[in-house]
């Protein structure tokens, strides 16, 4: 680094190349290297962006060193606390917390998009009925843009605000009408007297039969749950909508391919991984035989719900992950859970051990989360979903922020080339056997 604390040098084959350092309001500052390639003929390589900020963004913060979240510069844990789903969504979208009055309009607004166009109803039985339920999320979202064409005007800021808005309004109703269509139930409409975390709950578990009760601990549960997986700053998933989105392609479409993203176990996967995980060691006994496979790099098996690309200390969402999975417990009356017990046994296993600790691994947001969608009802395939539910107003909010930015440009990264240099075509008879 130069003496100049705002200036970065660079030198490449004797010549130095001067680069501005930009500051955030918090956090590590960057070297601008837009102008490299000009300057230098060369590119910078950073293969899983460990080093590089792909843009600038004003929505959430994460000092993974200290185990800090901030949404819109508010701590998770004051909003899980305090705040509720909706609340956080219009923070993240709109950059405030509402006032009242701003608060009951948007709530209105969320509450009258619940509902899908009917012909939607009929997409569903496309799909097989073991279908996993992320794979029709996909295939329902994107399909979204061929049912709501008066919001897919990218450049038209309120098509872009009618299109989140039926995105966090409908994503409960598609996913809940997923998971009905996955177990053969009909689909349940929405309530609008009901809140937002109810009204999924009453969507995935009421049948016609019966008179359907939120029981209200739960539904805050479910509530912190959707708060706690609103946004993470630029994860795979989120680049990948930006990065969909730089072309501009339709919200929609952009939404379905950071579900696609999100589906893989080292993103949102893990937390059905992480659940499966516990199942198959089952008793605590066995935590030490299966630490142990975590640790013989030649078993290819991680110990899933932990370890972090950002936080290299407790990711502050699983704190309040292992708090509610108590409350969820103590409410259903289930006084032993094996699985929270295996949980327990391996987080102690795993934060007194020199392999975690040399690493900093620690258990994320999807050590925990898995115990309590299942105590709440939902089945392992479904976990994913509920994460693809709470991050879409996320997702949506990042991309606007990048629609609106005035210096916005397709995404194109660029490469190290390792392949065969240029040669010439051999036809097929002059290529041996
Ligand atoms: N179990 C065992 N070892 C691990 C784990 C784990 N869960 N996570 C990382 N490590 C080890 C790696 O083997 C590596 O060891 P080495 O230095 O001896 O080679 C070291 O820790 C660094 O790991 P990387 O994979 O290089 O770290 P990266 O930042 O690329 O990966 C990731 C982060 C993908 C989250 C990883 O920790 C992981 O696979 N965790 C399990 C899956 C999981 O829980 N994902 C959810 C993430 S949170 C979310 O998306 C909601």
């Excluded at 110990?303 to 259903?332: C, S, W």
Aim: hydrophobic share 40%; charged share 20%.
């Amino acid at each position: 680094m130069a003496d100049d604390p705002k200036k970065a040098v660079l030198e490449l084959a004797g010549t130095k190349v001067e680069m501005p350092v930009k500051s955030g309001t918090i956090g590590p500052d960057v070297v601008d290297i837009t102008k490299l390639y000009a300057q230098t003929g060369a590119f910078t390589f950073d293969p899983g962006f460990t080093s590089t900020a792909a843009c600038e963004s004003k929505i959430t913060y994460i000092d993974g060193d200290e185990g800090v979240l901030l949404y819109r510069g508010y701590p998770i844990e004051q909003l899980a606390e305090h705040g509720d789903f909706l609340e956080t969504c219009y923070l993240l979208y709109y950059g405030e917390l509402p006032t009242p009055s701003q608060r009951k309009e948007f709530d209105k607004n969320i509450t009258y998009h619940t509902m899908v166009h009917e012909q939607m109803t009929r997409f569903y039985q496309g799909f097989r009925r073991d279908a996993h339920p992320m794979a029709v999320m996909v295939a329902v979202v994107g399909a979204m843009s061929a049912f709501y064409h008066d919001s897919t005007d990218i450049n038209d800021a309120r098509q872009r605000e009618i299109a989140c808005h039926r995105m966090i309004a409908k994503l409960p109703t598609i996913a809940a009408m997923a998971y009905k269509y996955h177990i053969g139930q009909p689909f349940v409409y929405p309530q609008n007297s009901l809140s937002y975390a109810a009204n999924f709950l009453r969507m995935c578990f009421a049948v016609p039969c019966e008179e359907y009760v939120v029981n209200p601990i739960l539904a805050r549960a479910m509530d912190r749950i959707f708060i706690l997986h609103a946004d993470h700053e630029q994860n795979a998933s989120t680049s990948t909508v930006r990065l969909a989105g730089s072309s501009g392609a339709n919200p929609f479409a952009c939404i379905a391919a950071g579900i696609a993203c999100l589906w893989g176990p080292a993103h949102g996967g893990a937390n059905e991984a992480a659940l499966e995980m516990l199942q198959q060691i089952g008793d605590p006994a066995k935590v030490p035989e299966f630490i142990a496979k975590v640790k013989d790099k030649t078993s290819h098996i991680r110990l899933m719900g932990f370890g972090h690309r950002v936080y290299k200390n407790y990711d502050p969402r699983a704190k309040i992950m292992q708090k509610t999975a108590h409350e969820v417990l103590t409410e259903l009356g289930i006084k032993d859970d094996p699985l929270l017990e295996v949980a327990r046994e391996l987080e102690k296993a795993a934060l007194s051990d020199q392999y975690f600790i040399e690493r900093k691994l620690y258990p994320n947001v999807d050590f925990y989360s898995g115990i309590i969608l299942r105590a709440l009802g939902f089945p392992t395939s479904m976990f994913t979903v509920l994460f693809a539910l709470a991050r879409t107003v996320g997702w949506i909010s990042q991309w606007k922020e990048m629609i609106e930015d005035p210096g916005q440009k397709i995404g194109r990264p660029r490469q190290l080339y390792t392949g065969s240099p240029k040669r010439d075509y051999v036809p097929l008879t002059m290529r041996g056997k």
